[in-house]
């Protein structure tokens, strides 16, 4: 295992994190006053832990690129958050949970971690509760669920198809209340440019003033990335556009591994692309699929309007494939379902690639009503992108790049492989697998940040209490500031052509093409050498309009779109390494007779964790080995 140190406590699964609370260093709360905690992010991860820290007394800095830390990416979140409080009575328990998000990801995450975020999730609801957030409720005034993919309870709180919005502004509200408070000072428009290390430790980070221009130096006892997924490496995505993964790519060439990059959630249920101009994609949340059920016209080729098309010539293709779970199946095998139909020629709309979701019956069986107050503003959302209604006719979908199971390494503590480095939220590997179940993503962020890191930060931060308040002045501070300014100046003096915003775009359609939804050893070797292809002609015909000592657009996409040619790579290497098809990772060569993900466990069981090791360089891999204890290595079967 070489340098992976999990540091999963002893002792039985349900009682790990009870004994680890238990156990753990404390700081008392004079000294807390004198450690200084950057945290990058205000998603509900970064929100959740600056305000929770800063509660605790600690001094906190945090960081977004936004205008306001509610705007971070988690607001677009729509379906809803997952917790095991059984409030339907319907089977539901924490082990439940626990059960259903390692089986929905492929048995390749880490038992002790997703038990631990099957157990904070019921004080995530409560907390949020507590907080304000509007959850939708039933006729009697308790929060109310609904069901979402890969589990046959309903466990999923949600607050109409807003739900990422609503508890964003509850941690803004927390957060909001910490920095009245002077806990925590609130730097937006700032973008982290590097990490520094000083003797082998996070000590601090460098960031670019967005709209001046400024490099500025911040040093503190530990630094926490909230920073999110890098789902637009794919370009056309259902993230916020200006989601990347720079701040975790430098944290990696610093030491940091990167755990399992290739594993890339691709969401069945995305409104398809339009036309080539499009910059993003936008969602419909999987929480549709409680009510909509998916479809394709059994002919080849049907042109009929779908209203058109009667029942019996209709193909419920995943009813039919998957009769236990129906159009709730995992969306790795959802996404997949769809892809087939379309490659088979069954697709609908003008480039057949698309599916249906359809409403008719749900609304026939509830009454338009019903399904207004339930879905109203995705009704919307999809109206105003198309101009269809979808009370009327079946709404149009087809797979899209949506979340990233693959981040940087953290043990137990969520410390990544540097010393007071954290990672929370998206930004880490730890609790999906291979795949994500739908909703259990702001469980997640906001467990980690609200819940886990303030417990486990102490740990590290107790044996910090001398180190006085971090200098910027140091030559650690000089050099990373002096490398940062140095790659700004190389950009902006390429004086090319293309923007950046056009190699993204081919970077995207190589990655969709090669490292989508299923993936094979040619076509993976061919994407290296295209990315490698294009990265070389990035850094000789780039173009920046304007200067670095301004608001500059231009120079901040360009810096991200450079970070992703380097994680592209890592992200292939990732793929072709794993000789096996699990969850969202779907190898052609390992696939059983009917065209399901065939797992190997015997030399698969591990999490890849990449080291970088050099400019050039070909990374080093280290392996964690998976154990489990208290579930069983089964075939993943939804049928
Ligand atoms: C359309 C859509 C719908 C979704 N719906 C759901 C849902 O219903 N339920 C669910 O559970 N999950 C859902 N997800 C997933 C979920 O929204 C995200 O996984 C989650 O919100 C991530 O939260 P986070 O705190 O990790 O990061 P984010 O919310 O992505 O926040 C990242 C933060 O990091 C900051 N940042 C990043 N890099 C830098 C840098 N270099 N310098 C400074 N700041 C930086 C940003 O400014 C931002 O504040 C959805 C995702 C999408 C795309």
Same mark, same amino acid.
């Given at each position: 295992m070489g340098k992976l140190i999990s540091k999963i406590p002893e002792g039985p699964l349900s009682e790990k994190w009870t004994s680890y609370k238990a156990s753990v260093k404390l700081v008392n709360p004079a000294n807390k006053k004198k450690l200084e905690i950057i945290v990058i992010g205000t998603g509900l991860s970064g929100a959740g832990a600056a305000s929770a820290l800063g509660e605790l007394g600690y001094s906190v800095k945090v960081f977004c690129y936004q205008d306001s830390p509610r705007r971070a990416h988690s607001v677009a979140a729509q379906g809803g958050i997952n917790a095991a409080k059984n409030y339907q009575n319907d089977g539901d328990s924490?082990?439940?949970?626990?059960?259903?998000?390692?089986?929905?990801?492929?048995?390749?995450?880490?038992?002790?971690?997703?038990?631990?975020?099957?157990?904070?999730?019921?004080?995530?609801?409560?907390?949020?509760?507590a907080l304000g957030v509007p959850f939708a409720r039933d006729y009697g005034g308790t929060l109310d669920t609904r069901s979402f993919g890969g589990v046959q309870v309903s466990r999923t709180f949600y607050a109409k198809g807003q739900t990422g919005q609503q508890c964003l502004l509850g941690c803004y509200s927390s957060l909001n209340r910490q920095i009245k408070k002077g806990t925590v000072k609130m730097f937006p428009r700032r973008e982290m440019l590097d990490l520094v290390l000083i003797d082998g430790r996070a000590r601090g980070i460098i960031v670019r003033n967005l709209i001046t221009g400024e490099i500025e130096r911040h040093g503190a006892h530990a630094v926490v990335?909230?920073?999110?997924?890098?789902?637009?490496?794919?370009?056309?995505?259902?993230?916020?556009?200006?989601?990347?993964?720079?701040?975790?790519?430098?944290?990696?060439?610093?030491?940091?591994?990167?755990?399992?990059?290739?594993?890339?959630?691709?969401?069945?249920?995305?409104?398809?692309?339009?036309?080539?101009?499009?910059?993003?994609?936008?969602?419909?949340? /999987?929480?549709?699929r409680n009510d909509g059920r998916i479809w394709?016209?059994?002919?080849?080729?049907?042109?009929?309007?779908?209203?058109?098309?009667?029942? =019996? /010539?209709?193909?419920?293709?995943?009813?039919?494939?998957?009769?236990?779970y129906g159009n709730l199946v995992p969306r790795d095998v959802g996404s997949r379902a769809s892809k087939e139909r379309c490659?088979?020629?069954?697709?609908?709309?003008?480039?057949?690639?698309?599916?249906?979701?359809?409403?008719?019956?749900?609304?026939?069986?509830?009454?338009?009503?019903?399904? =207004?107050?339930?879905?109203?503003?995705?009704?919307?959302?999809?109206?105003?992108?198309t101009g269809s209604d979808p009370y009327t006719e079946p709404m149009r979908i087809y797979p899209a790049g949506h979340y990233t199971m693959g981040g940087l390494w953290v043990d137990y503590e969520l410390m990544t492989t540097i010393p007071g480095l954290y990672a929370i939220g998206e930004a880490n590997f730890s609790d999906h697998g291979a795949n994500r179940l739908g909703a259990s993503s702001l469980m997640q962020a906001a467990g980690d940040g609200y819940f886990v890191l303030p417990n486990t930060i102490s740990n590290y931060l107790a044996d910090q209490i001398s180190v006085p308040k971090m200098a910027t002045d140091k030559v650690e501070f000089d050099e990373a500031e002096k490398s940062s300014r140095e790659r700004i100046a190389r950009l902006m003096a390429i004086k090319g052509k293309q923007n950046a915003g056009t190699f993204h775009k081919r970077l995207g359609k190589i990655m969709w093409d090669y490292v989508g939804m299923s993936r094979n050893e040619a076509g993976l070797l061919k994407a290296l050498e295209l990315?490698?292809?294009?990265k070389d002609e990035f850094w000789k015909d780039l173009n920046i309009p304007g200067t670095d000592v301004e608001l500059n657009m231009e120079l901040e996409k360009a810096g991200r779109v450079a970070d992703y040619f380097d994680l592209a790579q890592l992200l292939?290497?990732?793929?072709?390494?794993?000789?096996?098809?699990?969850?969202?990772?779907?190898? =052609?060569?390992?696939q059983t007779p009917d065209g399901e993900a065939l797992r190997n466990d015997q030399d698969f069981a591990y999490v890849a964790a990449w080291e970088f090791a050099g400019e050039g360089q070909s990374p080093v891999l280290h392996k964690e080995e998976l154990k489990f204890e208290a579930v069983e290595m089964k075939v993943r079967s939804y049928k």
């Open positions: 924490v082990f439940r949970l626990f059960h259903d998000m390692i089986k929905g990801g492929d048995y390749r995450a880490r038992e002790a971690n997703v038990y631990r975020a099957a157990e904070v999730s019921n004080q995530v609801i409560d907390h949020f509760t990335l909230a920073t999110g997924g890098y789902g637009t490496i794919y370009y056309l995505s259902t993230l916020a556009v200006n989601s990347n993964a720079s701040a975790a790519w430098k944290a990696h060439r610093k030491g940091a591994f990167f755990a399992n990059p290739s594993f890339i959630q691709i969401h069945p249920t995305s409104v398809p692309q339009l036309n080539e101009f499009q910059s993003k994609l936008t969602l419909m949340s /999987e929480s549709l394709v016209p059994k002919k080849k080729g049907d042109k009929r309007p779908a209203n058109e098309i009667p029942d =019996e /010539e209709r193909d419920y293709f995943l009813e039919r494939r998957y009769p236990a490659d088979a020629g069954y697709g609908v709309g003008d480039t057949g690639l698309s599916v249906y979701l359809d409403f008719r019956d749900a609304i026939n069986k509830q009454g338009k009503k019903a399904i =207004e107050s339930k879905y109203r503003n995705l009704f919307e959302l999809y109206n105003t992108i990315v490698r292809e294009l292939i290497t990732d793929a072709l390494n794993r000789k096996e098809s699990c969850g969202a990772h779907f190898r =052609e060569e390992y």
